[in-house]
């Protein structure tokens, strides 16, 4: 079976069969010549030789490893490619497996592995290198060990067994501690070089390279993200052509992580609205990609609903710090990720981008791997890095959009089957939707004029030919990749498509080989669920979902707050935002406010302590926004102690993380339903709608409202005068969802101001809870105070509003010589 052997050994006395070796090693000699084969060759039969007893049992396992890891070896080595496509057979990533096999598999193992790093290094120098002058400057020594390796095992093939131990077991340590010994300085200029170059070459655009390179240099094993929604079908380009990115991701060093978003699956209804639903069909798509050829030794597929669960406060502290950083005109350019233009945006479509934004700081990605279409969020990413001071900034890192197979289409769409190969088609399918491709050879001018508009592609491309992009990003991305079209073998995209311009190659020619490859690409993944039994489970279900008409219910999502906060009628109160002091006057108007509850309700206070967040209020820092309200709890607790007794204070942050999940599915949903119009007309008389921060805060209030309001009584809200278009907000979505109508009580805020409007500053002009005894009375001796003025008489105003009522007389004492 070994046959391929120098000197011509006999059949192998192990019994293997000819399977085992015939595809690494007559296929590489009869391709590359009798080196590669022979180097091929002396690792598979070192590997055999040198297993524990002389079964076939036995040797299943050491057979089983050469196999799986000759294949990443070697296989990829000795395979015709350009030299941008041997990626595997680099000296770093070839000497590392080496060392690392020499450590945790048994001594046949070990053996294979230095052999196995010696051929790779002869094929790769007898083919030459893309950095010869590097690679023999820099390890010439490492080179010599190889080539002494493998004349040793040459020389000795037809000697007997003991003495070809000895020779191997020696040169497999040569070079094995060659190895060991030069590890520090495996990672050379030439190295990094190759990384860049090989992640490079996964996006149409890098943001930016110059990070990337000192990214790969600094950090070796770097993260990597993309997300998916779970909703039914996947086509071509996020199975084959997503995988052959992913492998090269991971071939470089990187981790992938694959943030599958099941809870906006959810929030967008999708499966009927079911999360089971939902996830089952992420757990399909996940065997799609094994199928497809993914190495899933370093790819993790984290879903949002657990890890967003686990981690709300930090998940949602990066969206809402997003959202403060983040003007709304910039956050609307990222709306096409949606699919809508600028006009007609609902406040959800502005959260959206923000939540995308959030899931790079919280996966803590240090490249985002998205397509082009991607590209304006992940750039927010950026921006906001600018304005919160993060020295690191996200590399974006956006892989080309496949056009959709009919014509105009600048994308692909899941809603129109014939627009896209899908990785379930049937060959025929497959066959039936090229034939009928769009396939011009040379640019329309409809075409040329819309190309300006088209953003979904960075390269200028004039003819916009579908079937050339399946041939160049899924057919040609393939390592050592070739395609035979009339009697003529293509290695090479460019070649092809120089070809088809000139009228050598037919389009029926590329239709009919692009179909044949294609569905060469695709028939692993159609046998996979054919014999794997859960594959074809998961299938299964999937595909009688798509039969039935899956309608989501029609129940509210919302926060249900505790037994303690929700008991007896409900009634709130909501506390004023944060500010740089806590005025006295704020706490006699919540006070005023609370007094005004009704004697068979609970009076609530509600501290806005997360849209204080939101809204950047006191610097948007938390432990700040807490003293603020913690002041106002102790004046109220010292001013009014027995209408405190009965009011239940709950703090906004608390309720939220107590189940964020319902939270904040009601807020989005809420969000649908608020257009920017309805937002803006909510806000303060003279309040313009300028920031993300502003959006997001209003539709969070709809939350709370949502979350403290009965199914049988209507919720009492008392608030200020002039301050109530949040609290009709709330109302209307309220309504929508079949729940009473809030009652809205207002009353005018109460005003110690000590001067007229305008006048003086706001700290000299108003008294604070944290204000010394000297300090009140400076402020009170420049008070307004005109004779016979009692129209406005801030002196007056504090005895009616705040004295009197807090001790039931006030006095008024002269001196003696003023008549006492």
């Known amino acids: 079976s070994c046959c391929c052997l120098p000197h011509g050994m006999a059949p192998c006395r192990l019994g293997l069969q000819p399977a085992i070796c015939g595809e690494l090693c007559t296929e590489p000699r009869a391709r590359h010549g009798d080196i590669t084969a022979r180097v091929v060759a002396i690792g598979l039969t070192f590997a055999a030789w040198q297993g524990v007893g002389r079964s076939a049992a036995v040797l299943l396992q050491p057979c089983s490893t050469f196999k799986v890891a000759a294949k990443r070896v070697v296989a990829p080595a000795v395979l015709p490619a350009a030299a941008a496509a041997l990626p595997i057979a680099d000296r770093t990533w070839c000497a590392n497996k080496a060392a690392w096999l020499s450590r945790s598999l048994p001594s046949s193992a070990t053996m294979f592995a230095a052999t196995m790093v010696a051929a790779a290094w002869a094929a790769r120098r007898a083919r030459g290198s893309r950095h010869p002058a590097l690679m023999m400057a820099k390890k010439r020594s490492f080179h010599g060990k190889c080539y002494q390796a493998l004349r040793s095992f040459s020389h000795t093939a037809a000697n007997d067994s003991k003495q070809r131990t000895r020779t191997g077991l020696a040169a497999t340590v040569q070079v094995s501690e060659e190895v060991n010994q030069d590890s520090s300085v495996l990672d050379t200029a030439s190295d990094m070089a190759w990384k860049v170059d090989l992640l490079r070459s996964v996006g149409e655009e890098c943001q930016t390279e110059a990070e990337l390179k000192k990214l790969v240099e600094k950090k070796p094993n770097f993260v990597l993200y993309d997300g998916f929604e779970p909703s039914g079908r996947m086509h071509i380009a996020q199975g084959v052509y997503k995988t052959i990115n992913v492998n090269k991701c991971t071939k470089a060093g990187g981790t992938f992580i694959f943030w599958v978003a099941d809870w906006f699956a959810l929030m967008n209804d999708k499966m009927g609205g079911d999360i089971n639903k939902i996830r089952t069909v992420g757990e399909y798509l996940i065997e799609v990609w094994k199928a497809s050829g993914m190495d899933m030794t370093k790819v993790k597929f984290l879903w949002s609903s657990e890890e967003i669960s686990k981690h709300a406060e930090e998940y949602w502290g990066h969206a809402l710090d997003i959202a403060q950083r983040s003007t709304l005109a910039r956050v609307k350019k990222c709306c096409q990720i949606m699919g809508r233009k600028e006009d007609s945006l609902t406040a959800a479509q502005i959260l959206y981008p923000i939540m995308q934004c959030a899931d790079i700081f919280f996966l803590r990605a240090d490249i985002c791997q998205l397509g082009v279409d991607q590209r304006k969020v992940n750039m927010l990413a950026r921006d906001y890095c600018d304005a919160a001071g993060r020295k690191l900034k996200p590399i974006i890192l956006s892989h080309h959009m496949l056009y959709g197979l009919k014509k105009g289409q600048a994308k692909m769409s899941k809603s129109d089957p014939d627009s896209a190969i899908f990785m379930e088609d049937a060959p025929e399918d497959v066959q039936r939707k090229l034939s009928n491709a769009y396939c011009p050879a040379e640019a329309e001018v409809a075409e040329l004029a819309a190309d300006d508009a088209n953003e979904m592609q960075l390269v200028k491309d004039q003819l916009k030919n579908p079937c050339l992009d399946y041939a160049q990003y899924i057919v040609f991305s393939r390592e050592g990749a070739t395609v035979e079209i009339g009697g003529r073998t293509f290695s090479d995209f460019t070649e092809l498509k120089s070809a088809f311009l000139s009228g050598d190659v037919k389009e029926e020619e590329l239709k009919t080989c692009l179909a044949a490859e294609v569905n060469g690409i695709l ?130 942050g608390q309720a939220i993380l107590s189940d964020p999940e319902p939270y904040w599915t ?102 604070s809870l944290t204000d010394a005894v000297s300090d009140v009375s400076k402020k009170i001796k420049k008070a307004f105070c005109e004779p016979e003025n009692v129209d406005f008489c801030p002196p007056l105003l504090w005895v009616g509003s705040f004295l009197l009522p807090l001790q039931g007389e006030f006095m008024v004492k002269r001196k003696p010589d003023n008549g006492g």
């Not at 009628?569 to 704020?586: H, Q, T």
Request: negative net charge.
């Open 666 to 767: 009601s807020v989005i949903n809420a969000g649908r339903q608020c257009s920017l119009e309805d937002v803006r007309k909510s806000l303060s008389q003279g309040e313009d709608l300028e920031s993300a921060a502003q959006v997001v805060a209003s539709i969070m209030h709809v939350g709370d409202v949502l979350a403290l309001a009965q199914k049988d009584n209507a919720l009492l809200i008392l608030d200020q005068h002039g301050q109530d278009g949040l609290n009709q907000l709330a109302a209307k979505h309220l309504v929508r969802c079949g729940l009473p109508k809030p009652m809205l009580q207002t009353t005018e805020a109460v005003s110690l101001r000590l001067q007229a409007e305008g006048e003086g500053s706001e700290a000299d002009t108003n008294v």
């Open 523 to 652: 028939e692993p993944v159609r046998r996979h669920f054919m014999e794997d039994a859960t594959a074809k489970a998961l299938l299964e279900q999937v595909k009688q979902w798509k039969r039935e008409s899956l309608e989501p219910t029609s129940s509210i999502t919302r926060l249900q707050l505790s037994p303690e906060a929700a008991e007896g009628r409900s009634c709130v109160v909501f506390a004023p935002l944060p500010n740089e002091r806590v005025l006295l006057g704020d706490v006699l108007d919540v006070a005023a406010r609370l007094r005004q509850a009704p004697e068979d309700s609970v009076p609530l206070l509600w501290l806005r302590d997360w849209s204080a967040r939101t809204l950047g209020c006191v610097g948007g820092v938390d432990e700040r926004i807490r003293a603020y309200y913690n002041l106002l709890l102790h004046g109220l607790r010292s001013f009014a102690p027995d209408l405190m007794e009965r009011v239940r204070v709950v703090w906004q």
